[in-house]
């Protein structure tokens, strides 16, 4: 049974490009990836997969016939989701809904990465059976990702990730290095004040979606770090770690940026539930920058 393959879509994102990092020199590691720029190692063992095709993608599953599917594979951010409407239900809900059926058909696992913008951020701490209440597209389809997905496969896991910072491996980006991008570039770098988060650092986010693999655990669990901070505060702790000026950082209030108030206040996690069901720790911001940025 260890020994059938494992798939994780999505490889040439953030999140996906360190999985596959993580796990490459395995054997019996899959990776499926939309973009065609730089892609990992392994390429027999990596398939293009457009989303869009969801027939192609349920027949390649079939075949392959993996005992755990890791569906990172998504179009992400609010913005561009509000943007692409149609685009973000197709490849966020209507293609879960194809890998579903074909996972259980197979009895494979699924965990499904969603995310903290199902919920409205009108209070924060959000624990795992509160209601989630989306406010844009992208929360939307994710909700009904995680419904499509819990409906059809009885071997499933959702986890909720909290906005994410460190350095890509093989491709996407994250907060952290949009901030260090302008910074590098000597532009200004504004920060929201008044929206919090659990930001988590990838390596920790890597090493706890790795340990789910082969965990019995099967539900919703929300991933984040241990600390509930504003954008503001992230922003000055991690350029003070690596020794750059924070006087370019300006703060604002989102709400005179965000006229269709798409973007939640307070989308901050309670991850009481993940300590006790991982080894994996779930660090602060001191800590998880030190993690993913001083380990090169």
């Not at 796990?23 to 720029?37: E, F, H, K, P, V």
């Not at 392994?42 to 989303?51: I, K, S, T």
């Not at 973000?88 to 293609?95: F, G, H, I, P, S």
């Not at 996972?103 to 696992?109: G, T, V």
Request: a neutral charge; one cysteine or more.
């Amino acid at each position: 049974m260890l020994d059938k393959p494992i798939l994780i879509t999505g490889i040439s994102g953030f999140i996906g490009g360190h999985i596959w990092s993580a796990l490459a020199d395995q054997s019996n590691i899959w990776g499926t990836y939309c973009s065609r720029g730089k892609q990992p190692l392994n390429p027999d063992r990596q398939r293009y997969v457009d989303l869009l095709q969801p027939d192609s993608f349920t027949d390649f599953l079939i075949e392959l016939r993996p005992r755990c599917i890791l569906h990172l594979a998504a179009l992400g951010g609010p913005a561009i989701c509000q943007k692409q409407s149609l685009l973000a239900w197709r490849v966020n809900n209507t293609a879960v809904r194809y890998l579903a059926k074909a996972a259980e058909k197979i009895k494979a696992r699924v965990i499904l990465a969603s995310t903290d913008q199902v919920f409205d951020g009108l209070k924060g701490s959000y624990r795992e059976g509160d209601k989630p209440n989306p406010i844009n597209i992208y929360g939307d389809t994710k909700k009904a990702a995680e419904r499509s997905l819990f409906a059809t496969v009885s071997n499933s896991v959702v986890v909720r990730i909290n906005n994410t910072y460190g350095r890509p491996t093989f491709g996407g980006s994250s907060f952290s290095e949009w901030i260090l991008d302008r910074v590098g570039k000597g532009e200004p770098v504004p920060l929201y004040i008044n929206q919090y988060r659990s930001l988590i650092d990838i390596v920790s986010l890597t090493q706890a979606l790795v340990e789910l693999i082969d965990h019995p655990f099967k539900g919703l669990l929300h991933l984040g770090g241990a600390n509930r901070v504003n954008r503001v505060t992230f922003g000055r702790k991690l350029l003070q770690h690596l020794g750059y000026d924070t006087s370019g950082i300006v703060s604002l209030e989102s709400t005179e940026h965000d006229p269709e108030g798409i973007m939640p206040f307070d989308t901050s996690f309670d991850i009481t539930l993940a300590r006790q069901v991982l080894n994996t720790r779930l660090p602060g911001i001191e800590e998880g920058i030190a993690l993913t940025y001083d380990s090169e």
